[in-house]
Every structure is written in C-alpha cells, then in structure tokens.
C-alpha cells in the first residue's frame, strides 16, 4: 500500500514538466496537497517555500501526467480462459485485484475497463484499500446469443430460451441479450450496477468461437435500445466492431465510441470524423495474443494486418483517437502494456503519443458526464487542481518514448491521488 506526503503534501522540485498539452517537457516544480495538484511553479530554481510539504528531489528527471488505458480486461488479464470459466469466483476477483496493482506500478494510474465486475473493485481501490489504477467500469460486456461475449458452447440451450447461464454471465464479465427489451434490461442492469459507460458487442470477435469477424451483431433496433438507454443516464455506448458495416451501423444508431475496427475502409474512417465518434483502437501486434484455436490464430492475424492502415487513416482524417491495450487471458504477456504504448510511436511523435495516453483519453473518460466517478477534477493533466496522478521518469519521454517500456527500471516515482506507491528517487 501507497503512503501518503501528510496532510502538508508533497513537494516534487528539479524536474522537467509535461503537463499532457503542451508541446514539450519544461523545468518546473509540482506541489500536492491531498489528492490533487496545488501549484506548477515554473523555472530551474527551487521556490522559496515548501508550505510546509514533504520534498522530493527530481534530480533533473522528467515528471508526466498518470498513463491511461482505455480499453483493459482486469478480470481476464489475470488468468486463462481455462481460469475464467473453470476456476473459482474468488481467484478471478483476486487475480484482478492483482492486475490492478500491477497495472499501477507500469505507470498507469487510471484506467477503462471494458468488460468485469470492476465496480466493487474500483471503490475498494480508492478507498486506498489496495494499490491499483482509478477504474471506469463498464461491467458486464453486452453482447448477443453466438456473440462476442456468449461463452457457452454451440449446444447450450440459449438464455433467451430457458437455457442456463455461462459462467462468464454468472460472473458479471458478460451479459447476453436478445431483442430490443432484453437489451434495454441488460443496459439498465450495469448502469444500475455503476458502469460509467456500455460496452456492447457489435460485430464478430478473435477470441469467440462461433462468430466471424464479418459477421453484423445485434439489430438496429436493439443498437439504438442500448444507446438510449445509456443516454438517459448521462453516459454512452462503446462497441466492439471491427468491419465497415458494422461500425456504420453502430455509428448511426448512436454508439459514440469504436473499439478496435482495425478491417474498416477509409470511407468509414472518414465517416467517424463527420459523425464525431471516437474510435479506440490498440496497435496490435500477431504475437500480443496466442491462441490454441486456429480459427482465433487466423482472425488475429487478419485484426493485426489493419493496424497501420487504420491508424493512417484515423490521423489523416483527424479521427478522435484514444489508445488502448487489450490483453487478455495470458497474465505472461500482460508487461505489453508498455510495449504497446511505446509502438504509438509507430504512428506519432512521442510527444502526440504521449498526450494520447494521458490528456487524450481522458477526454474520451469524460464522456461519461455524471456517471463519471472521477468528475470532480481534471485527468490527465499536470495542472493546479486536477486530480494528483504522476510519473517521475528517467530520462525524457517526449523525445524517446521508449523509456516507458521498462517501468522497472524508468519509473522512479509514481503517485496516484497524492499517494506515493514507488519513490526511487535520490
């Protein structure tokens, strides 16, 4: 667990500051009282007075705002599928609880959770509880009978017609609905459950087994179901989606996020812009996930060939990006977290990559309106007033993101909400 600088805070001096806007890092100092940002002082000379605050010496280091991710799987990171379907409820809330603090020492200090029961987890983590990220839960991922998210094998008798429960449905990381009442009640069921935001499953997937990528999900009707149904609480739907058709129909029913969309053509790409609708999107590459079907090998490899063109396309047409990970089901490959973070750089300057993992996402996190758990500041920024989530970096970032990809070694401070959960500094 993190400790605190005391009621006085924390005083970090000697450091270079990117604030997640601007255009490079600058000599600065950054005071913290609490659990947000009191004062960026400017200059290479320390201010005259600390009021009083724990100092932290940054030795000429480089201090950026928390990294985000906006597409994370706490509940399937962890474990196996094997794990999530046969292992105990208990294991998967602990290896979640696990992958949350893990996540925190990579250096990212808030994240989007797009499928599990994080709800309980995200108020046990800012109650300071256990270390871990700030967590905007979707709760269970909405999905279709042989959908994205139906898990049951290809002879289970449906829900919609009297049949039981999968086990990822008993354990809240997906719901299926069918028809547009069905669909609302699911809706209405996470929001009741705390989501900050729907995840619905609007096309075909990698990791299911019984539908293809081409494959259209969930009717018109049922799409504007969900959305309206969202709406009404404030909030938005993110779909999972990755073909033309399935985005435009996603898009015209009132879905104001995309996640992946890797096989869309440039028309839809271009389509996202006009309609103003995010698309988060993660650079994916064949071996960030193995898969014993080949099937699944064979799907990933055609997602993963999509990556270069949609990115081109999306900053070509200034698409509202926002960067994301999606790692699931093989805790071994879940340090890509980094990796794929620093593969931005692929696509944009360090700098542009930066302000995406931090200012950028946050935007999208702010979609949420009231449903937002963390409104009461700004995200992402290092400014007077947001919320006090901080990395001190060896190196600097804004020149060679690369620094990132070992948060081990390059981390040397990190802070979340004005608690110190790792100070190598000196």
């Known amino acids: ?46 201010p005259r007075s600390a009021h009083g605050a724990t100092v932290l010496d940054g030795g000429g280091r480089t201090l950026i705002p928390g990294l985000t991710d906006a597409h994370v799987h706490l509940f399937a990171i962890g474990g196996t599928m094997a794990d999530l379907q046969l292992g105990s409820t208990g294991a998967v809330y602990y290896q979640a609880l696990t992958s949350a603090r893990e996540m925190l020492m990579r250096g990212f200090t808030t994240v989007r959770d797009m499928a599990g029961d994080t709800e309980p987890l995200r108020r046990v983590l800012d109650r300071g509880l256990f270390p871990g990220p700030r967590i905007y839960p979707s709760q269970a991922a909405v999905s279709q009978t042989s959908g994205h998210g139906d898990f049951g094998t290809a002879y289970d008798t449906p829900t ?58 969930f009717t018109t009707a049922e799409l504007e179901a969900a959305a309206a149904a969202a709406a009404d609480w404030g909030t938005y739907v993110a779909a999972h989606v990755y073909t033309s058709e399935g985005v435009r129909r996603a898009v015209d029913a009132g879905v104001r996020c995309i996640e992946h969309g890797h096989l869309v053509d ?48 999306a900053l070509r047409h200034g698409v509202r990006l926002a960067f994301g990970t999606d790692l699931v089901f093989d805790p071994g490959k879940a340090h890509r977290q980094n990796e794929m973070l620093v593969r931005l750089g692929e696509h944009l300057s360090p700098v542009e990559a930066l302000k995406l993992a931090t200012s950028g996402n946050a935007e999208l ?59 190598e500094l000196g």
């Open 1 to 46: 667990m993190g400790v605190d600088g005391s009621a006085a805070g924390l005083l970090v001096t000697n450091v270079r500051v990117f604030d997640g806007i601007g255009p490079e890092a600058v000599p600065g100092h950054v005071r913290i009282e609490r659990d947000r940002i009191a004062e960026v002082l400017p200059g290479a000379q320390p």
């Open 160 to 217: 919609a017609l009297g049949g039981p429960q999968a086990r990822t449905e008993q354990l809240g990381f997906t719901r299926v609905a069918d028809g547009p009442e069905r669909v609302l009640a699911a809706v209405r069921e996470q929001l009741r459950k705390g989501a900050a935001q729907i995840k619905l499953m609007a096309g075909g997937g990698v990791v299911s087994e019984f539908d293809p990528l081409d494959v259209l999900q």
């Open 266 to 313: 440039e028309d839809t790409v271009r389509y996202l812009a006009q309609k103003n609708v995010w698309l988060s999107t993660q650079p994916f590459e064949v071996d960030d996930h193995h898969y014993a079907s080949p099937d699944s090998d064979r799907k990933n490899r055609e997602v993963c060939e999509g990556v270069a063109r949609t990115f081109g396309w």
């Open 365 to 423: 996190f702010r979609l949420s309106g009231r449903r937002d758990p963390y409104r009461a500041a700004p995200l992402g920024v290092i400014a007077p007033g947001a919320w006090a989530d901080l990395l001190v970096v060896d190196g600097d970032p804004t020149t060679d993101l690369s620094v990132l990809a070992d948060p081990v070694r390059n981390l040397r401070l990190i802070v979340r909400g004005g608690v110190v959960h790792r100070n």
